[in-house]
DNA sequence: TCAACGCATTTTGAATGCAAAAATCCGGTA
DNA sequence: TACCGGATTTTTGCATTCAAAATGCGTTGA
């Protein structure tokens, strides 16, 4: 049940239903959830170590906040760890999760086709975390979807334009190709362009400053830092 | 306080004071630490995100063990993290922070020499440590962080061998080279050459098997698995 | 003799209770 | 009317309690 706790959390989170920044209402969540305060506290730490959320001492929990270093933070990260999974997919995948990178293409370019946004990004997370899963790495696995999910977060700021719906389709099939020659030098470079312009484009659109939930959380000067 | 039963309790674990595959036990460590059961479930959960524990439904937690597999999982990470770590570093290190390193190099030098291998490992530790911050990433940072913890509890099964030490120093002179000529890509390089020297030893030195707290824990055959 | 069953004890997981800290509200004052 | 100070309410963090599951042990019957 624990497990389920935060699952269910931490969907909340990543679709939106908690925006970034946004207080999370303890009391609410146990009476959504039908459960008490204890196991949802349990989630929230599990969550707050994930970077979801943030642990206020006396003060609460709050949705994690999307500033500009996190996001190029977590794409950074997430680049490395694509490209390290591009590398090792090429050596271990096999030629059924091959084909089913490729029939989960087939169905993306599809809806590609007919327009359908929300089918299409379905397929497109499915294709990605089908490379991960054929690295074949658990710890990899786990830190890919931790941050890939905070990355998602990010994606109600950004919207998909034409020009970028077809360069991403292109880069697509530069990376199917890739896998089907197993080079995994090639496909851990096309990953990392991929996600380079994934984002710049999020952070084109700008993001931060523009939700009223990312206020009361003071705006940190992390790059100034040093320790 | 919460953060404080999760450093004392990972401390455990790393220190391999709680064994890999050792049952960990809620009472006598709410009698150590002076608690209550909340907090330290609590803190487990988060362990257990880490990696650390493993939860059993409704039979308790045990410390994770430390398999070929996961280990392999883990240093596999490990050098795509500490890869990135040295192409961003070489692009954002302050020369008071390479300064700090070069330092850190020095006094490692002289543990070397004088044949102090606990501090030479703890400056061996600072010095990664320090390429990672100087990447200047938080997720980055923690993600290592994590990841370098659960490979810091297999340092007890590998004996440091006079070989491996003077080739460890030798490719630690590469890397504040590299650093100090700010080369991202052969610093990336010969970090990931380190490491792979690491994984061989500790794989030779073989694991798992010789302790007997990895006991009532089925080895898993993950590598048959699909999903 | 040994295996299977049943009961008691221990351990786990979640709910509730309680003390302390924040946040809020309200009245007073300048 | 704006601002400050204190009391009240809410929220938070941890301890305690309670129910359910697992474990261990003794008994019984083949």
Known sequence: MHEEVVARVRHKLVEGEIPPGARVP??????????????????????????????????????????????????????GLEAL????????????????????????????RAGDLIPYYRCNRLIHE??????????LSSLYESVAARIRRARFITPMTPERWTLAVQEHEAILNALLR??????AHILRTHLRHKRA???RAGFAETEES????????RRLSSA
């Open 26 to 79: 303890e009391r609410e969540l146990c009476a959504a959830l039908g459960i008490s305060r204890t196991p949802l506290r349990e989630a929230l730490k599990v969550l707050a170590a994930e970077g979801l959320v943030v642990l206020l001492p006396n003060r609460g929990a709050r949705a994690a906040r999307l500033t500009r270093e996190s996001v190029q933070d977590l794409f950074e990260v997430c680049e």
């Open 201 to 203: 484009e999020v952070e």
């Open 130 to 139: 089908g490379i991960v899963r054929a690295a074949d790495n658990t710890v």
């Open 182 to 187: 197993r080079d995994g030098g090639g496909l």
């Open 85 to 112: 999974a591009g590398e090792l997919a090429c050596q271990r995948i096999s030629d059924q999760q091959v084909a089913e990178i490729a029939a989960l293409h087939a169905s993306m370019l599809a809806h590609y």
């Open 214 to 221: 990312q206020a009361s959380q003071p705006a940190g000067a």
